[in-house]
């Protein structure tokens, strides 16, 4: 198995309760920020995006909240299901002419049944 | 089906040994990008490539080198690999111009690579 998720900060939830995953940026000047979902054994998925003119915003069962005076990220996910066990990347966008993201350690998310 | 294809998906060789990994994308995506992801270490860019014949370097070049003569591949060079690129590599790719780089990077499946 994928050794991605060894050394992580790891977070334990009940299935059906919501999950809180968060995330500190260190840049100030990143406008652009993305959550990815890693499960073990493939590439990182985009699960959903923020600009910095935002505080919130909303997709299917998931909400990432952006405090831009604390450079903190958070993901929600609602309900947590087994298939959310994974782990999860925020990644900034420092902007520029190079579109580089800068990724985050991970956060691993175990729900247990 | 829009997608990263990466190849191969796992790969043992050895020290010295010249390889190249393939990636390709079908979505006529400008950017393309080869990451390394290593524990405690997370994802970081060896290099990119901002459209056709236009390639730079990222965070941790050394030791590879990459090519783009056509949009959709992005071939990473090992020209002679060591054991400390033992990793897990992913190639991205995204829709990207200077007015508007609020895309996301859709990610290839890895490469599993030791090098022995």
């Known amino acids: 198995g994928e050794s991605v998720g060894l050394h992580l900060p790891t977070l334990s939830v009940q299935e059906g309760d919501n999950s809180i995953i968060n995330c500190a940026y260190s840049n100030s000047a990143s406008d652009y920020f993305i959550w990815y979902k890693q499960e073990s054994g493939k590439g990182p998925q985009f699960i959903i995006d923020?600009?910095?003119?935002?505080d919130k915003r909303q997709g299917q069962r998931v909400t990432v909240l952006l405090n831009k005076t604390v450079k903190h990220l958070s993901l929600q996910i609602a309900a947590t299901q087994p298939g959310d066990s994974a782990v999860y990347f925020c990644a900034e966008n420092r902007g520029g002419a190079t579109n580089k993201l800068i990724f985050g350690t991970g956060t691993l998310l175990a729900v247990q049944p | 089906e829009a997608q990263v294809t990466q190849n191969p998906r796992y790969l043992i060789t050895v020290t010295g040994k010249k390889l190249t990994v393939t990636c390709s994308q079908n979505m006529n995506h400008e950017y393309m990008s080869w990451y390394r992801q290593d524990p405690g270490l997370g994802l970081r860019q060896i290099y990119y490539?901002?459209?056709?014949?236009?390639?730079d370097k990222g965070d941790v070049p050394e030791g590879y080198k990459v090519s783009r003569k056509e949009k959709r591949n992005f071939p990473l060079i090992l020209e002679s690999p060591s054991p400390n690129q033992t990793s897990l590599y992913f190639c991205?790719?995204?829709?990207?111009?200077?007015?508007?780089?609020?895309?996301?990077?859709?990610f290839g499946p890895g490469t599993r690579l030791t090098v022995l």
């Open positions: 991205a790719s995204s829709l990207f111009s200077s007015g508007s780089r609020y895309n996301e990077q859709f």
């Open positions: 923020i600009r910095s003119n935002m």
């Open positions: 490539s901002m459209n056709v014949e236009v390639t």
